[in-house]
């Protein structure tokens, strides 16, 4: 055996003596975070104490929105227009002159009317004095007659005023003008349009709700609504309802205005309505996180006598934040809300948040 084979074998040997030193002090050392044998980890959560809250459900459908005011500008009259007195796109105030259409024959039956008015009016002066000076000189009939006869042409000349007040089309409300259809030297029925009118100083949202929401929707309701490409969420408040209920969709027809200041809301464009519709009772809500699947639906870790207990629950409405619980918990109660993946039933729990690790859990 060389030298250098018994130097490795005596250093081989008192490695193997200081290992059986040590041994007995590295089996009493637990590791550090560990829990000793035959104790129960303490598991630390977030709580939360059920108490009575007003539970409200939001609604979301799809609408349409409509101009405050709309009209579709027509002739009354079969004529050539003469004249356009508004340009597209701009706002006109009610009683504004939009069009004018030829009148040259009606002022001249006017005219005409007028000077018979006069010649009608003298006549019936005259006869009425003649008459006043001697009963005898004229019969009552006669006089009778002129004045019929000055009436009839005032009523004539009264139609004929109507008429021509229909040869001005004017605005029948303060709004924007829309695209012009016609030009001047047309011919124009009551058939051809002219131009539309939108008054969107405010605008109405006209939505459909399902039949069960009937009871639950009231006139001054507020809503929240969006606009396909913008992100901005908008307010509205509901100002009329639908007596009825549509038989063929079993919707309930509403009604909302908005103000829009800006003009960025358009009469026709698609909305996504939000309607958040309130019980008439109080009912117990939990956060939305708390609830865990179980074999027979969900349900939630409350804690009793520092301990997790799982409790079967039924849920009603939900929201982004919160669940409705019909049955299975009770005013009181103290639902964990963190740490679930951990806990078990019977687990020993201490309020509080818990940290990354203990969430993550042993590694």
Not at 200 to 223: H, V
Not at 337 to 355: D, I, K, Y
């Amino acid at each position: 055996m060389t030298r250098r084979t018994i130097i490795r074998l005596g250093a081989a040997a008192l490695g193997v003596a200081a290992l059986s030193a040590l041994r007995p002090t590295l089996w009493r050392q637990a590791p550090t975070g560990t829990v000793a044998p035959g104790e129960q980890e303490v598991l630390r959560a977030d709580a939360y104490v059920v108490t009575p809250a007003p539970v409200r459900e939001t609604v979301r459908t799809i609408g349409t929105l409509a101009a405050k005011e709309s009209v579709s500008v027509v002739s009354e009259l079969s004529r050539r227009l003469v004249a356009v007195h508004v340009a597209e796109g701009t706002e006109v105030e009610a009683g504004a002159l939009l069009f004018k259409l030829d009148d040259a024959d009606l002022q001249a039956q006017l005219a005409e009317l007028e000077a018979r008015r006069r010649m009608a009016a003298r006549t019936e002066e005259r006869q009425e004095a003649l008459l006043a000076y001697d009963r005898k000189a004229l019969s009552q009939q006669a006089f009778d007659q002129a004045q019929a006869d000055l009436q009839a042409i005032e009523a004539q000349i009264a139609a004929l005023r109507v008429t021509l007040a229909k040869t001005e089309i004017r605005a029948p409300f303060h709004a924007r003008v829309g695209l012009r259809r016609v030009s001047e030297g047309a011919w124009i029925t009551p058939e051809t349009p002219l131009t539309t009118l939108q008054d969107t100083s405010r605008i109405k949202i006209d939505f459909t709700l399902p039949e069960r929401y009937a009871g639950a929707i009231g006139i001054g309701q507020p809503f929240v609504f969006e606009i396909t490409g913008s992100t901005e969420r908008f307010e509205g408040t509901v100002v009329a309802i639908e007596p009825a209920i549509d038989a063929p969709t079993r919707s309930l027809v509403v009604r909302g205005i908005t103000e829009n200041p800006s003009g960025a809301l358009l009469p026709g464009a698609f909305a996504s309505v939000e309607v958040t519709l309130a019980q008439p009772t109080e009912g117990i809500l939990v956060p939305a996180q708390a609830a865990v699947p179980s074999a027979s639906g969900y349900a939630v870790y409350v804690l009793r006598d520092g301990r997790a207990e799982l409790r079967e629950v039924e849920i009603g409405l939900r929201t982004r934040e919160s669940l409705e619980i019909r049955r299975g918990l009770a005013v009181g109660d103290t639902v964990l809300t963190s740490n679930l993946l951990r806990l078990r039933p019977g687990a020993r729990v201490e309020v509080g948040p818990a940290t990354e690790a203990e969430e993550a859990g042993p590694s």
